[in-house]
Nanobody, 122 residues
Framework: QVQLVESGGGLVQAGGSLRLSCAAS????????MGWFRQAPGKEREFVAG????????DYSDSVKGRFTISRNNGKNTVYLQMNSLKPEDTAVYYC???????????????WGQGTQVTVSS
């Protein structure tokens, strides 16, 4: 079992920044691929970024590439999403999730956090 807890959401003006955190716990979570997803009202949940706990593979969606940065701190069992140059269209609930393999498809993820709201005002 893997437990995921997100934090760091909030309200920010367009052009601002936020950093989301995802604290992971549980057995053998170090073998998982960690993804950040987001879901805006009335829209599908979409992949934002992903990273393995080990190695250098990092993935981003085209919509956030160059603005968002995913990183990890293995000592703290935490994955981060640094979000810069935020836009109103980034407004969504952001979720952290864990999958057994590298994937951008939400259906491949076994564990999910509760989500954290990010609101970007224009």
């Amino acid at each position: 079992q893997v437990q995921l807890v997100e934090s760091g959401g909030g309200l920010v003006q367009a052009g601002g920044s936020l950093r989301l955190s995802c604290a992971a716990s549980g057995r053998t979570f170090s073998s998982y691929y960690m993804g950040w997803f987001r879901q805006a009202p009335g829209k599908e949940r979409e992949f934002v970024a992903g990273i393995f706990w080990i190695g250098a593979i990092i993935d981003y969606s085209d919509s956030v590439k160059g603005r968002f940065t995913i990183s990890r701190n293995n000592g703290k069992n935490t994955v981060y999403l640094q979000m810069n140059s935020l836009k109103p269209e980034d407004t969504a609930v952001y979720y952290c999730a864990a999958a057994h393999s590298r994937s951008r498809w939400k259906g491949d993820y076994d564990y999910w956090g509760q989500g954290t709201q990010v609101t970007v005002s224009s």
